[in-house]
C-alpha cells in the first residue's frame, strides 16, 4: 500500500498570506495525485487533479505541483473561505488508492 | 454534469444487516472505477473498495475484505454498500465517489450510518 504523508498537520494563515500545503507518497505515484478540500458536515470537493490541473470553478488562487512522491498545494492569497481540512489523494496503484491523513488550515 | 445520489441516513442495531446505495447520472457509468469511502466521526478518509460496473470487476482494501459486499447493477446506474452484521464500530460517514477519465473524483453527498444499541 503507497503512504500518503501530508504535513503540516495544521496549518494557520492570516487573510491574504501563503499557504503551502505538502503530500510525500511512499512510492512513485507519477503525475496521479489530487487535492480536494473538505468543509465540516460536507463532502470533500475536488480542487486539482494530474498534480498540476485546476478543476472546474476552482480559482487560481489554488495551485499544484510535484511529481513522484513530492507534491504541494498552494494558496497564493488565502480567503477566509478557505478554511477546512485539505487532503491528498493518489489513484495510481490498487489496492488501495490512498489518501493523506490531512491537513487543517486554520484562518488566524 | 455528473452526479451522485446517495440514500439517507440509517440507524441500526449492532448485528442488523444494512444496504446503502448510491446512483449515477450525467456520465458514462458502466465504464468508470466508482467506490466507497468510510470517514470515521472527526477522522480522515478511507477507501473501502472500488468497482467497475461494467463487468463488476470489485477491489478491496484488505481492512474491508470480508467486512462488506460491493455491488453494482448498470441497468439502473447503481452500486451499493452491504453489511450483514453491523458493529458500533462502523459508525462512520460513507461516500460514494467515482473516476472520471483521469480528471479527480465525483463525491455523493455521504450516508451516515450509526449503530447503536
Known amino acids: 500500500e503507497i503512504v500518503m504523508t501530508q504535513s503540516p498537520a495544521t496549518l494557520s494563515v492570516s487573510p491574504g498570506e501563503r499557504a503551502t500545503l505538502s503530500c510525500r507518497a511512499s512510492q512513485s505515484v507519477g503525475s496521479n495525485l489530487a487535492w480536494y478540500q473538505q468543509k465540516p458536515g460536507q463532502a470533500p470537493r475536488l480542487l486539482i487533479y494530474?498534480?498540476?490541473t485546476r478543476a472546474t470553478g476552482i480559482p487560481a488562487r489554488f495551485s499544484g505541483s510535484g511529481s513522484g512522491t513530492e507534491f504541494t498545494l498552494t494558496i497564493s492569497s488565502l480567503q477566509s473561505e478557505d478554511f477546512g481540512v485539505y487532503y491528498c489523494h493518489q489513484n495510481n496503484n490498487w489496492p488501495p488508492w490512498t489518501f493523506g491523513q490531512g491537513t487543517k488550515v486554520e484562518i488566524k | 454534469e455528473v452526479q451522485l445520489v446517495q440514500s439517507g441516513a440509517e440507524v441500526k442495531k449492532p448485528g442488523e444487516s444494512l444496504r446503502i446505495s448510491c446512483q449515477g447520472s450525467?456520465?458514462?457509468?458502466?465504464?468508470?472505477?466508482i467506490g466507497w469511502v468510510r470517514q470515521l466521526p472527526g477522522k480522515g478518509l478511507e477507501w473501502m473498495g472500488i468497482?467497475?460496473?461494467?463487468?463488476?470487476?470489485?477491489r478491496y482494501s484488505l481492512s474491508f475484505q470480508g467486512q462488506v459486499t460491493i455491488s453494482a447493477d448498470k441497468s439502473n446506474s447503481t452500486i451499493y454498500l452491504h453489511w450483514s452484521s453491523l458493529k458500533a464500530s462502523e459508525t462512520a460517514m460513507y461516500y460514494c465517489?467515482?473516476?472520471?477519465?483521469?480528471?479527480?473524483?465525483?463525491w455523493g453527498q455521504g450516508t451516515m450510518v450509526t449503530v447503536s444499541s
Open positions: 468497482i467497475f460496473p461494467s463487468d463488476s470487476d470489485t
Open positions: 465517489a467515482c473516476t472520471t477519465a483521469g480528471k479527480g473524483l465525483v
Open positions: 494530474g498534480a498540476s
Open positions: 450525467g456520465y458514462n457509468f458502466p465504464t468508470n472505477w
